[in-house]
């Protein structure tokens, strides 16, 4: 039996070695692709599937990297977000136009299913291999007590709770207790540490979690209630404390060393459970029998007019709602990418026919687009178009506006339900228009900004 072929789209990949019963090749920017694209941020695959041929298409999550034609590929297509605490605000318009969803967090795992797609849980894990984890035992001599190794700040993706917590925790610590945060090379700084002490940023899971075990150290962690879905238990596996609360970690990093039978004891069964069902190894046995799944049932039927609605959705969510670095040659880049888009998503609009039950989202997309361009006489004939339709009434209550080339007001009428959260970016855009600023300026602003709640979507 031939093995499927996945056409595989993403920043990074898990290594041919791991693909087991899966033909993979792999497309995208990054050096080591068996098909080498430019790096862009808007990528056409139709070509690529063509010559390829495969039974699946398989994309990450690469922040800001968009397919534009998805929904006129003829196979599965499977879609899998690593950091939904992160993207999700954004990466809820793309999925919907896929036809499985692996997301790393279950929280998420009701809104990805809400799309229409086939949701997984695909937690991290530790990419030791099993041989790796076995010369990494818990024990031995540890000269470090406490690590963390990671992005201890970053002014773009992480506010400065993790900064001002690992601060107040080293200042925090005795003396005579080691500690090592910052970055390094995890598996050999995680091998010679006693604790290691985990922080996320939304109370997720993350990787530092299962690497920490399978190195043989007693991971630290802070309480992530339901999260973990039995897969692991506190004080079993692993250590907790308050989230957030660097004198709770101080107390629980004091109260372990110096109590180290109890220590190696957790740190024993905590790297037992990883070495026997956390490795990369073990999540991809289960990937390829999902692909298996997934390419003998074949693609779901995809609406033309939705699938072009979800595309034009996406690609604007992207530029309003991901944190795009806002400085010198980001800024630049930002440009062009938002010029793209908003140029993909009209185009995407324009192909939907008056005649479809689409049309009216559509119009009120174009109107967001060119509002967003500046064009307000455009924007006023593409919201007048739609006065009239039958969906209209439908469509509301009014949640934004924009000025028209008068003295009056153009009312939208779209509710947050409707067209996969369409009114959240009439939101956003609302924003732009009521500040008097172009797209750029408004970036500028809003980059750090607290996001609109969305409890709605």
């Not at 072929?5 to 791991?18: A, D, H, M, S, T």
């Not at 900064?163 to 945060?181: M, N, R």
């Amino acid at each position: 039996m031939a093995r499927p072929r996945v056409l595989w789209f993403g920043p990074r990949l898990f290594g041919p070695e791991k693909w087991g019963s899966l033909d993979v090749v792999r497309a995208g920017p990054d050096e080591g692709s068996d098909i080498q694209l430019p790096w862009q941020a808007l990528y056409f695959l139709d070509p690529i599937a063509k010559e390829v041929k495969p039974d699946l298409l398989a994309v990450e999550a690469a922040y800001g990297f968009r397919i534009a034609d998805l929904h006129h590929l003829g196979i599965p297509k499977v879609y899998t977000v690593w950091d939904p605490q992160i993207s999700w605000e954004y990466e809820r318009y793309y999925v919907p136009l896929f036809d499985a969803v692996a997301v790393s967090q279950r929280e998420y795992l009701r809104d990805a299913e809400s799309s229409g797609a086939q949701a997984v849980w695909f937690p991290h894990y530790s990419s030791l291999t099993p041989e790796e984890c076995d010369g990494r035992p818990p024990g031995g001599f540890r000269p470090t007590d406490v690590c963390f190794v990671g992005n201890v700040e970053s002014p773009f993706r992480f506010d400065r709770s993790r900064h001002d917590f690992l601060q107040s925790v080293a200042g925090s610590l005795p003396k005579e207790v080691t500690h090592h945060f910052g970055r390094g090379d995890w598996k050999e700084i995680y091998s010679r540490s006693k604790i290691v002490l985990n922080h996320s940023l939304k109370g997720e899971i993350n990787l530092r979690l299962f690497e920490g075990m399978s190195c043989g150290a007693l991971v630290l962690n802070p309480a992530t209630g339901a999260s973990l879905g039995g897969a692991l238990q506190s004080a079993v596996h692993f250590a907790e404390y308050k989230p957030g609360d660097a004198d709770s970690a101080v107390e629980s990093i004091r109260s372990w060393l110096a109590r180290k039978e109890d220590l190696d004891r957790v740190a024993r069964e905590g790297h037992a459970a990883v070495r026997h069902g956390h490795l990369l190894f073990h999540r991809m046995g289960q990937w390829s029998g999902w692909v298996n799944e997934w390419s003998a049932r074949g693609p779901r039927p995809i609406d033309p007019g939705h699938g072009n609605i979800h595309t034009a959705l996406s690609l604007l969510s992207v530029i309003l709602l991901r944190a795009f670095p806002m400085e010198g040659d980001h800024l630049e880049a930002f440009e062009k990418i938002a010029n793209v888009y908003l140029e993909a998503a009209l185009a995407a609009c324009e192909q939907i026919p008056s005649a479809s039950p689409s049309f009216a989202a559509a119009q009120f997309i174009t109107a967001m687009v060119q509002t967003l361009r500046g064009d307000v006489f455009a924007s006023h004939a593409a919201l007048e178009s739609v006065y009239g339709h039958p969906d209209f009434e439908r469509l509301a209550p009014v949640i934004g506006e924009w000025v028209d080339s008068g003295s009056g007001t153009a009312k939208a009428t779209v509710p947050a339900s409707e067209a996969g959260g369409l009114g959240y970016l009439v939101q956003m855009v609302s924003r732009i228009v009521h500040s008097g600023k172009g797209l750029i300026g408004f970036r500028l602003d809003q980059t750090r900004a607290a996001p609109i709640e969305a409890k709605s979507l």
